[in-house]
C-alpha cells in the first residue's frame, strides 16, 4: 500500500463509516467491523445535500453506464474506473410471463453486464476505485468465481496488481476467465467459507485492498445501481415485487437501499415493495432462518451446483430476513434439479443464457407464483447476475445433441422427421 491520492471530498455526499448495529462512526479508511460490537460497517451519505444536487436530469446527462449515478457511490474521483459497467437491460418478458401467469414480468439482465457478464462487476468498479483512493496498490478477493473475474479484470484495466482467491473446484468456465486477465490465482483445498477465512488473514498481514473484505462497506453499495437502474427504467417508478438470489445477502439488502435512497432524495415515490429471496436447497441458511422465524443464521456446509451463491455463513443473511419479512416478501430454496429447468426455462422462453444463480431464481420465481405469493398484476422483477456460458457443466446431460447428418438432403429430411417425433413425444409427456 502506498500514499493515498489526494482527492478533495469535500464534493462528495459519503461521509463515514457507520456500524449497522449500534451506530458508531469511523473515519472512510479501508476497516468493516466495528470496534465496539463487531457489527458491519457500511456507509453513510449526506442526503440533504443529495435532495439539492441531484436530478433525474442530471443522472440521465451522465454517462451510460452505473457511474450516472457516482454521487451515490463512496467515491471521491470525478474518474472512476468506468469500464462501461451498468445500464444492462431490464426486459419486459412476454413467453416467460405467460409460461408463469404474470402480467407485468420484467428480468433485470446482467448476465451482459461489462467486462465480465455478472453484476459482480458494479461492486468492483466501486471497490477498486475506493481502492485507488485510499493508495491501495494490490487488489485480492476471496470468490466463488464471478468476484474472481471482476477483480482480475478491472484490476488489469486499471493498472493494479492482483491476487484472487477461490475454491479449488470451480468450474472451469470462471477458473479461465480470471486466468485470462493474468492475476495470481490462489485455487484454495476447501468451501468459499474457508477460502475466506484465509483472506481474513491475509488481509491482516500483508496489507492488501480486498474488495469484499476490508473494503467490503465501498463495495457493496455498488449493488445499489441494480435498484437505481430498475427505477430509472420503469420511468423513474419502484416495482411492486422484486425476486434476486441470496448469497452473502448483500445484494438484496443494497437493492433495499438503493430504492430507499431515490425515495429519501424525492428521486421516486415511495411505495410498498416485497422482496423475495432465492436460495440453492444444498446451500440455504437464509432460507431456512426465514422459514423457522429465526433472527440468526445457522451455518451450514454447501452441497450445490448453484456455487456462485453457495455461501455457508453468509454476513449479511439476517439483514435479507428482516428486509424479507417487513416488505411481506419470502425466502425460498430449490433443487438442483429445479435450478437446471430453471436455466432451461429462462433460456427457451427468452433467450437468455443465466448461470445457476439465475436459475435458482428463476425456479424460486416460478415457486412464488405457483403458491399465489406473486400476484399476476404485479410489477416483478427478476435479477438476473450472471451468464450461462461461465457454468456450462451444469446443464451438460440435460439439454440434448446435436443432430449429426451428411451433406445430402435426404439425410436432412430423415433428421428432421426424427426431430419433429421426438418433440411431439416431449409435449405429450408433459401434457399428461
Not at 468493516?32 to 460490537?37: S, T
Not at 448483500?250 to 429519501?264: A, D, H, P, R
Amino acid at each position: 500500500m502506498t500514499q493515498a491520492i489526494d482527492i478533495q471530498k469535500a464534493t462528495a455526499a459519503f461521509k463515514a463509516l457507520k456500524c449497522k448495529e449500534c451506530g458508531a462512526e469511523y473515519e472512510l479508511k479501508a476497516s468493516h467491523v466495528c470496534e465496539f460490537c463487531f457489527g458491519p460497517l457500511e456507509v453513510s451519505y449526506d442526503y440533504s445535500s443529495l435532495r439539492q444536487t441531484v436530478t433525474r436530469e442530471s443522472i440521465q446527462a451522465g454517462p451510460n453506464s452505473m457511474w450516472r449515478y457516482r454521487k451515490f457511490l463512496p467515491v471521491a474521483s470525478e474518474n472512476p474506473i468506468d469500464v462501461g459497467t451498468g445500464m444492462t437491460p431490464l426486459v419486459r418478458s412476454q413467453r416467460l410471463a405467460r409460461r408463469l401467469g404474470l402480467n407485468q414480468l420484467y428480468i433485470k439482465n446482467d448476465a451482459v453486464n461489462m467486462p465480465t457478464l455478472s453484476f459482480k462487476d458494479r461492486v468492483v468498479s466501486v471497490a477498486l476505485t475506493r481502492a485507488r483512493e485510499l493508495g491501495f496498490t494490490t487488489v485480492s478477493c476471496a470468490s466463488t468465481g464471478n468476484l474472481a473475474n471482476s477483480t482480475a479484470a478491472i484490476a488489469a484495466h486499471a493498472g493494479l496488481d492482483c491476487c484472487v482467491f477461490i475454491p479449488a473446484d470451480l468450474e472451469a468456465g470462471k477458473v479461465l476467465g480470471s486466468l485470462i486477465y493474468s492475476p495470481t490465482l490462489m485455487a484454495v483445498k476447501g468451501n468459499y467459507d474457508q477460502v475466506n477465512r484465509l483472506c481474513s488473514e491475509v488481509a491482516n498481514t500483508h496489507g492488501w485492498g480486498f474488495v469484499n473484505i476490508n473494503l467490503r462497506p465501498y463495495y457493496s453499495e455498488g449493488s445499489k445501481t441494480l435498484g437505481f437502474e430498475v427505477a430509472e427504467q420503469l420511468g423513474w417508478q419502484l416495482p411492486d415485487h422484486i425476486v434476486a438470489p441470496l448469497a452473502s445477502g448483500s445484494l438484496f439488502t443494497k437493492i433495499y437501499k438503493g430504492f430507499n435512497e431515490f425515495v429519501e432524495v424525492g428521486l421516486v415515490e415511495g411505495k410498498p415493495v416485497k422482496f423475495s429471496g432465492a436460495q440453492a436447497e444444498g446451500c440455504s441458511p437464509i432460507a431456512q432462518a426465514f422459514k423457522e422465524d429465526r433472527d440468526f443464521i445457522q451455518p451450514v456446509k454447501p452441497n450445490t451446483i448453484a456455487k456462485s451463491i453457495a455461501i455457508g455463513n453468509p454476513a449479511d443473511g439476517i439483514y435479507a430476513v428482516e428486509i424479507a419479512k417487513k416488505t411481506g416478501g419470502s425466502i425460498e430454496s430449490v433443487t438442483d434439479a429445479e435450478i437446471i429447468e430453471g436455466i432451461k426455462l429462462l433460456a427457451e422462453t427468452e433467450g437468455i443464457f443465466t448461470e445457476t444463480a439465475g436459475g435458482t431464481t428463476i425456479a424460486v420465481l416460478k415457486k412464488l407464483v405457483e403458491a399465489g405469493k406473486i400476484d399476476p398484476d404485479e410489477t416483478t422483477v427478476v435479477y438476473i447476475t450472471g451468464n450461462g456460458l461461465k457454468t456450462q457443466e451444469a446443464v451438460h446431460g440435460y439439454i440434448g445433441e446435436p443432430l449429426t447428418i451428411e451433406a445430402k438432403l435426404d439425410s436432412f429430411e430423415g433428421a428432421l422427421e426424427r426431430s419433429r417425433t421426438l418433440e411431439r413425444l416431449e409435449w405429450q409427456q408433459v401434457l399428461v
